[in-house]
C-alpha cells in the first residue's frame, strides 16, 4: 500500500488538485443471475478478468467494475465485438448490454489533494487500504451518484475517476471546483 | 413528575427560539416549588449542541446558491440559450419555459407557441422523458404486473399507453410503451418519474418476483427527444429527409419505427401530447444538436417555431390529457381518472387488490372532468368548487387551467365528487363570488381526435 503522495504531480503544476472532464466508453453489462462459470468462461473467451468480488474492479487494457449482483462497467472497449462475445458466451442465459456513451462521462479529480478533496464531499473512506487500486463503488458526491474508481491515468496514487450522468457532470463539476477552493485551486 | 427531563419531554420547555435559556430557568424553580426541593437538587437538562447560536450557513456547507440542489442540464441546452428560451427548473431539470422574443411578454409567447403547433408545427425538447428498456423471457409477464393495462398483447413495432399504481391503487406514473422485439421493451415514464420507477422495476424484480428472468435498464439521459408536431410536422420530417415512409398508412399514429431522419440513425415514435401529428424523434445525445438543427432548418419556412414547457402544458390541457402529479395526489385511482376497464383484466396487477376496497368504490370520489367558463368566468388553478345553493361545502378542486390561445377562452381541468356523473351541471367557482363553470369532458379541443391521426 503506496503512501499519498506528497509533492504535486508534474502536470499538475502549482495545483495541489485538478479536476478534468472527459468523455468514456462505457458499457454496461447486465447478466440474469449469473453464476461463477458464467464469469469464469467470459474471463476466457473474452481474454480478461470478470469481476465477481462486489465494488472490486479488474484493469487489464480493458476495465471491468463490479456495480451489482447482476451488473458491470466495462470501460474503454470496442463494443460490437464485446456484445458478439458476450452473446455467444451466454447463450440463453438473459442479458442486456447497454452503450452508454452518451449518457455518462468522466471526471478525473488528481493530484495530491485529490483524496481529501472527494472527503469533504463524499461519506465514504477513500483511504487505502479501504479504498485501493482495485476498489470500485457507487455511491453519493456532493449529493450526485455516481461511480469512483481510482485512476492510474497519471502514474500517481492521488487520482480519482468519477462516472456521472452526463446531464449533471457540468453542476458537479462546478461544486468539486468549489470544495477544491480551499485547496488553493484557482 | 420529578425530573427535569420529564418535564422538558411532557412540556417541551427547553426547546423553542431561547433553547432554554429563560424558559428551563423558569421550569426549574416551577418543579422545585411543586415538589418542594431546592433548585440545585431539580438540577438542569442535559444541554446539548448548539449551545450558542450557530449561522445556517455552517450547517448549509456548500448547499447554497446555484449548488444547493444538483440540477440536470439538457444535451441542447446551448441550442436553447442561443435562441432565446427562458429556462426553468422542471424536476432538477434546467428546460425552456418558453422562447421569448423581444418585446415579447411571457404570455404572448406562450400563446404564440400554442397556435404555431395548431396551424403550423412545432418543436419541444423532450429529452427527459425517462426511457428504460425491460428485457428478458418474463418482461412481457413483469410489466403485465406492473402496469394498470396489459402489456403482453403489445405487438413488436406498436406503442401503448399506461398507467402505473403503487400497492394503494394510487397513481404514481404514466407514460408510453414501445415492443421493441418480443422479449425487449422500452418503458416510457414522465420526466420527474425516470430515475424512481426503474428504481422501483428493479426493486419488485429484486425482493418479490426473483423468479421473472427480466433486466433492468435505465438509458434515459444517453438520448434526445426532439418531439415534431402539428398539421405541417410530417412535411417537416420529408423536407430534413427520411428513410422511413411516413405516409398515415405507412407510419400510423401509436407505433414506431426505426431509421434514418436528416442522415442520423434514429428511432421516431408517433405519440401525441399535444392532439396533432406528432414524431418524437429519439437520437443519441452527440447527434442531437445535429438533427435539430436540421429540423428548425428546414422547418423554419413551414411555420416551425420552437414550444417550450409552458405552451406544451397549454396544449395538453386543450386535450384533456392527464398530467400526473397536476390532475393527480396521492389518493387518485385510474377510476377516478375514467380507467374502470382495467376491472376486467384476469391477471393480478400491482394496486390491483386496493382498487377494490369499498373506499375505492365510493361513488362520490373525486373524478377527473373538464370545466367550460359561463359568461367569461375565470378558471384559476387552484379554486374550490361548490354545488350551487345553500349548500357551501366544497365538491371539488380545479387542478390545471389557463387562458387556451386556441379557443380564446379559459379552459380547465378539476377534480369533482362524482364528476363523470355530473356532466353539464354547473358549479360555482368559490373564490372568485358569483361566477360560474358547467361540468364538461375532460377535452376541450377536437374531441374526436382526427387532426393527431392524419
Known sequence: VADRPVAPHPSAGSRPVQITLMRIDLLVVRIWRPTDAHAAEISRTLGLRWPTTPNTRTCDDIRVLWLGPEEWAVVGTPHGVLVAQLAEVLNDRPHHVADLADGRCAIEVHGPAARDLLSKVCSLDLDSPAFGAHSCAQTLLAQVAVCIEQTALHGDEGGFLIHVDSSVSSWLMAALEEAATEFGAP | ??????????????????????????????????????????????????????????????????????????????????????????????????????????????????????????????????????????????????????????????????????????????????????????????????????????????????????????????????????????????????????????????????????????????????????????????????????????????????????????????????????????????????????????VDFIGRRSLLRPENRRADRHQLVGLTPVNGARLPIGAQLRAPGRDQSSIGYITSSGISPTLDRWVALAMVKGGLKRLGEQVEIASTSATFATIAPACAYEPTGERLRG
Request: proline share 5%; charged share 20%.
Open chain 2, 1 to 346: 413528575m420529578v425530573s427535569i427531563e420529564h418535564l422538558k419531554r411532557y412540556t417541551t420547555l427547553g426547546m423553542a427560539t431561547d433553547q432554554g435559556k429563560t424558559s428551563s430557568v423558569n421550569g426549574v424553580l416551577a418543579l422545585a416549588g411543586l415538589t418542594g426541593r431546592p433548585p440545585a437538587d431539580v438540577g438542569t437538562i442535559r444541554t446539548r449542541f448548539p449551545y450558542t447560536p450557530v449561522a445556517l450557513g455552517v450547517f448549509a456547507g456548500q448547499r447554497r446558491g446555484a449548488l444547493y440542489a444538483p440540477t440536470r442540464k439538457l444535451p441542447l441546452c446551448r441550442w436553447h440559450l442561443a435562441h432565446g428560451a427562458v429556462l426553468d427548473d422542471y424536476g432538477g431539470w434546467q428546460r425552456p419555459a418558453r422562447y421569448r422574443r423581444a418585446a415579447e411578454s411571457d404570455s404572448d409567447a406562450e400563446r404564440r407557441e400554442v397556435l404555431a403547433v395548431r396551424r403550423a408545427a412545432g418543436l419541444f425538447d423532450g429529452s427527459p422523458l425517462g426511457k428504460i428498456e425491460v428485457a428478458g423471457p418474463d418482461a412481457a409477464t413483469f410489466l403485465d404486473r406492473v402496469y394498470a393495462n396489459t402489456m403482453s398483447t403489445l405487438p413488436v413495432g406498436r406503442l401503448r399507453y399506461g398507467l402505473m399504481l403503487n400497492e394503494l391503487g394510487v397513481i404514481i406514473d404514466d407514460g408510453v410503451v414501445a415492443r421493441l422485439a418480443a422479449d425487449k421493451f422500452l418503458v416510457g415514464t414522465t420526466s420527474g418519474g425516470a430515475t424512481r420507477i426503474a428504481t422501483m422495476l428493479s426493486e419488485w424484480l429484486q425482493c418479490e418476483w426473483t423468479d421473472l428472468r427480466v433486466l433492468v435498464a435505465p438509458l434515459t439521459t444517453c438520448f434526445a427527444v426532439p418531439t415534431l408536431t402539428g398539421p405541417r410536422a410530417r412535411a417537416v420530417l420529408e423536407a430534413v429527409g427520411t428513410d422511413i415512409p411516413v405516409t398515415a398508412d405507412a407510419f400510423p399514429h401509436m407505433t414506431f419505427r426505426v431509421g434514418k431522419v436528416a442522415g442520423i440513425d434514429v428511432r421516431v415514435s408517433r405519440v401525441s401530447f399535444t392532439g396533432e401529428i406528432s414524431y418524437e424523434i429519439t437520437v443519441p445525445n452527440s447527434s442531437a444538436e445535429q438533427l435539430w438543427s436540421a429540423l428548425t432548418a428546414k422547418g423554419t419556412p413551414l411555420g416551425l417555431e420552437p414550444v417550450g414547457i409552458e405552451a406544451w402544458m397549454m396544449l395538453r390541457l386543450e386535450k384533456g390529457y392527464l398530467h400526473v402529479g397536476s390532475d393527480t395526489d396521492g389518493t387518485t385511482s385510474p377510476d377516478d381518472v375514467g380507467w374502470s376497464q382495467i376491472h376486467n383484466r384476469n
